[in-house]
């Protein structure tokens, strides 16, 4: 004889095939039992995926029966996230600079600390039409060169990653946004000799959010950080500055002047990039702070600026808004 509960799916309770309204309960009160920040959220996202239904289709129609494939699935996701899984990982998507990337194992999972960066760029260059030349080093899923290009219409990118996995993805990420025609992506190691050769230019904008979590500090890290974000995207050597000496190092050659250069930085380590940029010639250091109020983006330029309103480097907070406004070109 076989026995019903054979087929069933775990966690269900006594019926084989939950409604979209009880699945949405039980997903939440497993998650919330595994200690989820966000139980409700995280499961509604999940039974989207599961079911291939739009939040109002959840909403319009909470007593509809998933399937046994669905229910399963819903199920498997659910134990995804209890393992500590991000949700946008499990789902293969991410929202940044209200646009949609696609995103994999082999990508940062993009942060919305990083729109700090954008909003810096747009803050040193006023003129939107500019036909600017960006160069984007370690670009990942492509979020901050592709955001970058729909902000500038006229500009053109090249966004450099080690990973050839990753470059596929931000490639795939240029064509489904509309920006193919003005994204280039290249396979390069920027530790090696070569690197800004191969890089091209000169640029009017560098950005990078390199790796920059110091070796010893990664398996301390969140899980959802430690086990899913790729190591290569975090490890930023024994102190995490590698990557920031390796791309001041070069920044002066890759840009024109005028050029404008922005940089994430990690927790605490803006007064070491500051040091690092000034040294390597660039003037009119700005720190732009994150949602959080912690220091996020050093930025600079090649040419001392005329006007400078905000924070220069190395002073005391500032809102954050009015920073960067007097670069505009
Ligand atoms: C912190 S992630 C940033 C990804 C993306 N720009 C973002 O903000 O979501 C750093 C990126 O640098 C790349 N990377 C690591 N080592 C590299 C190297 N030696 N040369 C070029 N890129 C490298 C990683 O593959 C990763 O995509």
Same mark, same amino acid.
């Given at each position: 004889?076989? +026995?019903?509960?054979?087929?069933? $799916?775990?966690?269900?309770?006594?019926?084989?095939?939950?409604?979209?309204?009880?699945?949405?309960?039980?997903?939440?009160?497993?998650?919330?039992?595994?200690?989820?920040?966000?139980? =409700?959220?995280?499961?509604?996202?999940?039974? =989207?995926?599961?079911?291939?239904?739009?939040?109002?289709?959840?909403?319009?129609?909470?007593?509809?029966?998933?399937?046994?494939?669905? /229910?399963?699935?819903?199920?498997?996701?659910?134990?995804?996230?209890?393992? #500590?899984?991000?949700?946008?990982?499990?789902?293969?998507?991410?929202?940044?600079?209200?646009?949609?990337?696609?995103?994999?194992?082999?990508? @940062?999972?993009?942060?919305?600390?990083?729109?700090?960066l954008i909003e810096a760029v747009l803050g040193q260059v006023a003129d939107r039409q500019r036909?600017?030349? *960006?160069?984007?080093?370690?670009?990942?899923?492509?979020?901050?060169?592709?955001?970058?290009?729909?902000?500038? $219409?006229?500009?053109?990118?090249?966004? @450099?990653?080690?990973?050839?996995?990753?470059?596929?993805?931000?490639?795939?990420?240029?064509? #489904?946004?509309?920006?193919?025609?003005?994204?280039?992506?290249l396979r390069c190691d920027i530790r090696a000799a070569d690197w800004v050769t191969q890089a091209?230019?000169?640029?009017?904008?560098? !950005? /990078?959010?390199?790796?920059? *979590?110091?070796?010893?500090?990664?398996?301390?890290?969140?899980?959802? &950080?430690?086990?899913?974000?790729?190591? !290569?995207?975090?490890?930023?050597?024994?102190?995490?500055?590698?990557?920031?000496?390796?791309?001041?190092?070069?920044?002066?050659?890759?840009? +024109?002047?005028?050029?404008?250069?922005?940089?994430?930085?990690?927790?605490?380590?803006?007064?070491? *990039?500051?040091?690092?940029? #000034?040294?390597?010639?660039?003037?009119?250091? =700005?720190?732009?702070?994150?949602?959080?109020?912690?220091?996020?983006? &050093?930025?600079? =330029?090649?040419?001392?600026?005329?006007? @400078?309103?905000?924070? $220069?480097?190395?002073?005391? /907070?500032?809102?954050?808004?009015?920073?960067?406004?007097?670069?505009?070109?």
């Amino acid at each position: 004889m076989i +026995r019903r509960s054979g087929w069933r $799916p775990r966690g269900w309770g006594r019926k084989a095939v939950p409604t979209l309204k009880d699945a949405l309960r039980e997903g939440a009160r497993r998650l919330a039992e595994a200690g989820a920040g966000t139980p =409700q959220l995280d499961a509604r996202l999940l039974l =989207q995926a599961a079911a291939g239904r739009s939040m109002e289709e959840l909403l319009c129609n909470p007593d509809e029966e998933l399937t046994v494939c669905q /229910s399963a699935q819903f199920d498997r996701l659910i134990g995804r996230r209890i393992m #500590r899984e991000p949700v946008s990982r499990i789902v293969g998507r991410r929202e940044f600079w209200s646009l949609e990337f696609e995103i994999s194992p082999e990508t @940062l999972d993009p942060r919305a600390d990083s729109e700090t960066l954008i909003e810096a760029v747009l803050g040193q260059v006023a003129d939107r039409q500019r036909p600017l030349r *960006i160069l984007d080093i370690g670009t990942g899923s492509g979020c901050l060169l592709l955001a970058l290009l729909t902000e500038f $219409p006229r500009a053109r990118g090249l966004g @450099l990653d080690i990973s050839e996995e990753a470059l596929g993805v931000a490639r795939r990420n240029a064509v #489904r946004l509309g920006l193919a025609g003005r994204a280039d992506f290249l396979r390069c190691d920027i530790r090696a000799a070569d690197w800004v050769t191969q890089a091209g230019g000169p640029y009017d904008v560098v !950005i /990078s959010n390199p790796p920059y *979590i110091p070796d010893g500090e990664i398996s301390g890290l969140a899980p959802e &950080v430690a086990n899913f974000d790729p190591g !290569i995207a975090l490890a930023g050597g024994e102190d995490g500055l590698d990557f920031y000496r390796i791309i001041t190092g070069s920044v002066a050659e890759l840009l +024109r002047e005028p050029g404008w250069v922005a940089l994430e930085a990690g927790f605490g380590q803006a007064g070491a *990039i500051e040091g690092l940029l #000034r040294a390597a010639g660039l003037e009119s250091l =700005q720190v732009r702070d994150d949602m959080n109020g912690l220091a996020r983006v &050093v930025a600079a =330029q090649t040419a001392p600026s005329e006007t @400078l309103t905000g924070r $220069p480097a190395g002073r005391g /907070s500032l809102d954050c808004h009015t920073d960067l406004r007097n670069w505009g070109i």
